[in-house]
Antibody
Framework: QEQLVQSGAEAKKPGASVKVSCRTS????????VHWVRQAPGQGLQWVGL????????NYAHQFQGRVTLTRDTSTRTVYMELSSLTSEDTAVYYC????????????????WGQGTLVTVSS | QSALTQPRSVSGSPGQSVTISCTGT?????????VSWYQQHPGKAPKLIIY???KRPSGVPDRFSGSKSGNTASLTISGLQADDEADFYC??????????FGGGTKLTVI
C-alpha cells in the first residue's frame, strides 16, 4: 500500500529549528520526487520545496531559501524537512506529497499526501 | 512568487454547476500546461482531482473538469453534490523547479 507517514506534532520556541520526517512505503523510493507544502491555520496551501530522493537534488521556494533544508535517507525511505529560525508565522501544518511527473520532468502533480504535521511556534 | 488568484468562495445548489477560476501570469499558468487542482475537506490532506489542466486521475468522477485560457485555468464541477463542499486549490509549475498554489476557494453547496 502506497503511503506517506509523517512524524508527530511539534511545539517550538521562536528562533528554534524543527525537523519533520516523511516515511514512504509501497512504491520505488527513488522514482518519485517528494514535495513539501504548508498550510497556516485558516489559510491556503504554500509550496515549500522538493527533493529528488534518487539523486538528492533539491529546490526551495524563494521565501524559504536559507531557512529550509530537505534531506533524505535512502536506507529508511524517509525524507526530512528542517526549518530554522522559526517565528510565529511558521505555525502551520506541514505536508509531504509525492510528485508524479509526466513526459516532461517538471510536469508534476501531487497524487499522494502525508497526513500532515502540525508545527506550533510560540514563546 | 505570488500566489495564483482564486475567488474566495463560490456556491451552488445540488445538481447545478459551478466554475472556479485560477488566474496566474505568463510566468506560470500562461506558459505551462502543468496546472493541477486539489480538493480539501476540513481537517484532511488535499486530494488530487485534476492534473495537466484537463486530466482526471482514476477514481475522480467526470463531473470534475478542467480547462485553461491564457493566464487563467478553471475547474468546473457539474451535478453538484453535498459532499463536494470543500476548499479547492489550483497549483501551477512556475519555472525553475518551483510551484505555486492558488489562495483557495471555499465551495458551499446550498
Amino acid at each position: 500500500q502506497e503511503q506517506l507517514v509523517q512524524s508527530g506534532a511539534e511545539a517550538k520556541k521562536p528562533g528554534a529549528s524543527v525537523k519533520v520526517s516523511c516515511r514512504t512505503s509501497g512504491y520505488p523510493f527513488s522514482d518519485y520526487f517528494v514535495h513539501w507544502v504548508r498550510q497556516a491555520p485558516g489559510q491556503g496551501l504554500q509550496w515549500v520545496g522538493l527533493i529528488n530522493p534518487g539523486g538528492g537534488s533539491r529546490n526551495y521556494a524563494h521565501q524559504f531559501q536559507g531557512r529550509v533544508t530537505l534531506t533524505r535517507d535512502t536506507s529508511t525511505r524517509t525524507v526530512y524537512m528542517e526549518l530554522s529560525s522559526l517565528t510565529s508565522e511558521d505555525t502551520a501544518v506541514y505536508y509531504c506529497a509525492r510528485g508524479i511527473f509526466g513526459p516532461v520532468i517538471y510536469d508534476h502533480w501531487f497524487d499522494l499526501w502525508g497526513q500532515g504535521t502540525l508545527v506550533t511556534v510560540s514563546s | 512568487q505570488s500566489a495564483l488568484t482564486q475567488p474566495r468562495s463560490v456556491s451552488g445548489s445540488p445538481g447545478q454547476s459551478v466554475t472556479i477560476s485560477c488566474t496566474g501570469t505568463s510566468s506560470d499558468v500562461g506558459t505551462y500546461n502543468y496546472v493541477s487542482w486539489y480538493q480539501q475537506h476540513p481537517g484532511k490532506a488535499p486530494k488530487l482531482i485534476i492534473y495537466d489542466v484537463t486530466k482526471r486521475p482514476s477514481g475522480v468522477p467526470d463531473r470534475f473538469s478542467g480547462s485553461k485560457s491564457g493566464n487563467t485555468a478553471s475547474l468546473t464541477i457539474s451535478g453538484l453534490q453535498a459532499d463536494d463542499e470543500a476548499d479547492f486549490y489550483c497549483c501551477s509549475f512556475a519555472g525553475r523547479y518551483t510551484w505555486v498554489f492558488g489562495g483557495g476557494t471555499k465551495l458551499t453547496v446550498i
